[in-house]
C-alpha cells in the first residue's frame, strides 16, 4: 500500500513510484528505493527551479505507507 506524502517530509521513506525530469527521463529515485537527505536535496533543488518532475504533483511524492527495516 501507497500514500502520498509531502516532498518536505519524504526523506528517510520508500518511494512507491520513479521519480524523473522528462527530457533525459532517467530516474531520479526508483520505486522501492529510499529517499535519502542526499536524494531529497537534489529533488529539492529541481522543485525550486520549478522543474516539473514526473513523480512529484504538487509537492508531493508517493511513498510506501508500511515498510519494514529488517
Known amino acids: 500500500p ?6 518536505e517530509e519524504s526523506a ?6 520513479f521519480v524523473y525530469l522528462y527530457p533525459p527521463g532517467i530516474p531520479i ?3 522501492g528505493e ?3 537527505q542526499e536524494v531529497w536535496e537534489y529533488l529539492e533543488r ?3 527551479d ?6 512529484i ?3 508531493q511524492i508517493t511513498v510506501m505507507k508500511a515498510v519494514s527495516d529488517e
Open 29 to 31: 529515485l526508483y520505486a
Open 34 to 36: 529510499r529517499i535519502t
Open 46 to 48: 529541481f522543485r525550486q
Open 12 to 17: 528517510g521513506k520508500i518511494a512507491a513510484e
Open 50 to 55: 520549478s522543474r516539473h518532475m514526473h513523480g
Open 57 to 59: 504533483e504538487d509537492g
Open 2 to 7: 501507497s500514500q502520498l506524502c509531502l516532498l
